[in-house]
């Protein structure tokens, strides 16, 4: 099914150039382990859980989710990107793109929309309603603010817990780019324990109102979605490209590596190579087959994001953003940034 990834759940220059405005030096060699890129990523990316919907709906019922960029400013002011998910913890319901084919989740699974496509939720394929905009605008906040209860009050009925994830999709996400525009999770799979758990907590979170309560709900989101993607990862076929097929790829995962734990070293593809135990025309050839962009054009995308959140947060000179990340020249790295972002350092910063 095409743009669906269904899995089990339990919980620069390519020419081997220097890429910044310093002499190339030669990098030291190092044995320390090349740093966790999914997490790095996660960081940089400022990946955030907010709002939760607790849905109650009896047959026949339809749900219809607008695209996350018409609803972004009423869930969480301020989020580049907005990822839906939802869970549903009884019933049966039918799950798709509104181009797309539905797909029939059980109890305890797990859809994501990553791309923050429009989609609809139904007790059967193919209906469609109108989209209740009014009750995204209500919402602003971490705890389950709205029962929502579709249907026509009839039985079967199903439960849905449905929330929200905020992220930067720019400059450079590339997790979010390897990512199909819908993930199912199926719950049947040994450690499916930690999903129950999930729901037991987020709804036990709402119900107390407890101090600190919100911070739960939000980190429980995150969670749940880093162990998506993580299922996700692990259900690839060997062989594949793609960010994420490349983690399974021990030399490039390796290069992948060694890039985002120093970003600011004066990288070239004969010192990344040399690194990574291959010659440079083999690591460019693979690097490239399977990320699906040289190395050196990967690390100027991946220090643009990194420059682009400091910026962001405030309290950075843009001289000091760019020798963070390996540039020496406030010049070499503005032209960078506007070739790459399509805006300054300056008019980034706002």
């Not at 249907?151 to 199903?158: I, S, V």
Request: net charge neutral.
């Amino acid at each position: 099914m095409a743009g669906v990834h269904i899995a089990s759940l339990s919980l620069v220059s390519d020419k081997g150039q220097a890429v910044n405005d310093r002499k190339s030096e030669p990098l030291a060699q190092s044995s320390a382990p090349a740093i966790d890129v999914l997490s790095d990523v996660l960081r940089a990316v400022r990946l955030s859980g907010a709002v939760f919907f607790d849905v109650q709906a009896s047959c026949p019922w339809v749900a219809e989710s607008p695209d996350s960029a018409t609803v972004a400013p009423g869930l969480m002011p301020g989020a580049g990107h907005v990822i839906p998910f939802h869970v549903l913890t009884r019933g049966q319901c039918h799950a798709g793109l509104l181009d797309g084919d539905a797909v029939l989740l059980e109890a305890g699974d797990v859809v994501v929309f990553p791309h923050g496509d429009a989609h609809v939720l139904a007790s059967a394929p193919g209906m469609r309603a109108p989209v209740d905009t009014e009750s995204y605008r209500r919402a602003g906040y971490t705890r389950l603010p709205v029962k929502l209860s579709p249907g026509g009050g009839g039985e079967p009925l199903a439960h849905l817990i449905c929330g929200f994830l905020g992220c930067d999709a720019r400059p450079f996400n590339p997790l979010l780019e390897a990512l199909p525009p819908m993930l199912v999770v199926r719950a049947q799979a040994p450690g499916s324990r930690w999903l129950e758990t999930f729901v037991e907590v987020a709804l036990a979170e709402s119900r107390a109102a407890s101090p600190g309560g919100e911070t739960v709900l939000a980190r429980l989101s995150e969670l749940l979605f880093i162990e998506v993607v993580r299922r996700h990862v692990q259900s690839l076929p060997p062989g594949g490209s793609g960010w994420l097929a490349a983690q399974q790829d021990p030399a490039i995962s390796r290069a992948l590596g060694l890039l985002h734990a120093e970003p600011a070293a004066p990288w070239t593809l004969e010192a990344l190579a040399q690194r990574c135990g291959l010659s440079r025309s083999v690591l460019a050839e693979r690097f490239t087959q399977v990320v699906g962009q040289p190395p050196m054009q990967y690390l100027t995308r991946w220090r643009m994001q990194l420059a682009a959140g400091m910026l962001a947060a405030g309290g950075h000179k843009i001289a000091a953003v760019a020798r963070q990340v390996g540039y020496d020249s406030e010049a070499a790295f503005s032209r960078a940034f506007k070739k790459h972002v399509g805006k300054s350092p300056s008019q980034w910063r706002g």
